[in-house]
């Protein structure tokens, strides 16, 4: 049976050999909001090729307020997705109006 130390010096040259090769992905924080650009943790501002903000909400000031709003109205959300922990009123009131035919779920970020 293989000993902690051994499996991890197998993780180490593995990784080792990622870096070698040009291949690994390190993290680089930001410390602004998310938006087009991001300043970096060491002053760089650089273009930031996110595709999960490409509507620019996550910086919005009313949608900033309005979550602000709501955690104090209803906590900080349900524990898991709506089909295991049940919907909320506010899903509701977000999801299309007038859609007879669906009833979408509603993702939040």
Known sequence: ????DDILS???K???GIKEAGLFKGEA???S????????????????????????????PRLIEA??????????GVASVRF?????????KLEI?????YDPLFFML
């Open 29 to 31: 924080p930001f410390v």
């Open 33 to 60: 909001p998310q938006g087009a650009r991001v300043k970096m943790e060491d002053g760089r501002e650089l273009l930031c090729m996110c595709a999960n903000n490409y509507l620019g909400l996550g910086d919005n």
């Open 14 to 16: 593995e990784v080792e």
């Open 1 to 4: 049976m293989a000993r902690k």
């Open 10 to 12: 197998i993780y180490t």
């Open 97 to 101: 109006p007038g859609n007879r035919r």
């Open 84 to 92: 295991i922990c049940g919907t909320q009123d506010i899903h509701k």
């Open 67 to 76: 979550a602000k709003r709501t955690y104090d109205e209803k906590g900080y």
